[in-house]
T-cell receptor, first 113, second 112 residues
Framework: DAGITQSPRYKITETGRQVTLMCHQT?????MFWYRQDLGHGLRLIYY???????DKGEVPDGYVVSRSKTENFPLTLESATRSQTSVYFC????????????FGEGSRLTVL | ELKVEQNPLFLSMQEGKNYTIYCNYS?????LYWYRQDPGKSLESLFV?????AVKQEGRLMASLDTKARLSTLHITAAVHDLSATYFC????????????FGTGTLLAVQP
């Protein structure tokens, strides 16, 4: 039972470079989410997706792009990384209906130099 | 704009003591969630509170929800060191979209 996996777990990049964080889930959950975690801010929602080809903005979407061509994958792209995007990124999923509980991946720690 | 506030932000307590973490939110929501996060780890679901007056208990932790007051509490009974972690509450917005807005977290340190 692989659940939800993120890659890479750690990434160092430079300002201006494009970075893609991958998220894969094996539960066939309809909903998928990207959050960033920063000290003092808790977790903030970047983007979410209700199904394949359906995505929408969260609280802090600027500078990020997402896609969801397949139900199981939800990549997050930073088209031109900035230092303010240094953070820990968590992908999560939840099933349609049910309790609305989110299940989180292990996180991807991104450092932008 | 929905705001979810937790207090305290940091809690240092001795083993064996009781304490409560508070989670206030600024707009109507039907569901509230509590998560635990150990340092450098992912978030683990603790409780899902689905209605007004809901109370859930697991071991030394008990969570409750008052939707009229827009308040949830996480009560710790006879704390032990293993409970040291950061605790987050999260409020569901947007109905069935399952979007959760998180509080800033409470860092709990239980001292022997």
């Amino acid at each position: 039972d692989a659940g939800i996996t993120q890659s890479p777990r750690y990434k160092i990049t430079e300002t201006g470079r494009q970075v893609t964080l991958m998220c894969h889930q094996t539960w066939s959950h309809s909903y998928m989410f990207w959050y960033r975690q920063d000290l003092g801010h808790g977790l903030r929602l970047i983007y979410y997706s209700a199904a394949a080809d359906i995505t929408d903005k969260g609280e802090v979407p600027d500078g990020y792009v997402v896609s969801r061509s397949k139900t199981e994958n939800f990549p997050l792209t930073l088209e031109s990384a900035t230092r303010s995007q240094t953070s820990v990124y968590f992908c999560a999923s939840s099933e349609l209906g049910g309790s609305g509980e989110l299940f989180f991946g292990e996180g991807s720690r991104l450092t932008v130099l | 704009e929905l705001k979810v506030e937790q207090n305290p932000l940091f809690l240092s307590m001795q083993e064996g003591k009781n304490y409560t973490i508070y989670c206030n939110y600024s707009t109507t929501s039907d569901r509230l969630y509590w998560y635990r996060q150990d340092p450098g780890k992912s978030l683990e679901s603790l409780f899902v509170l689905l209605s007004n007056g809901a109370v859930k208990q697991e071991g030394r932790l008990m969570a409750s929800l008052d939707t009229k007051a827009r308040l949830s509490t996480l009560h710790i009974t006879a704390a032990v060191h293993d409970l040291s972690a950061t605790y987050f509450c999260a409020v569901r917005i947007g109905g069935a979209t399952n979007k959760l807005i998180f509080g800033t977290g409470t860092l709990l340190a239980v001292q022997p």
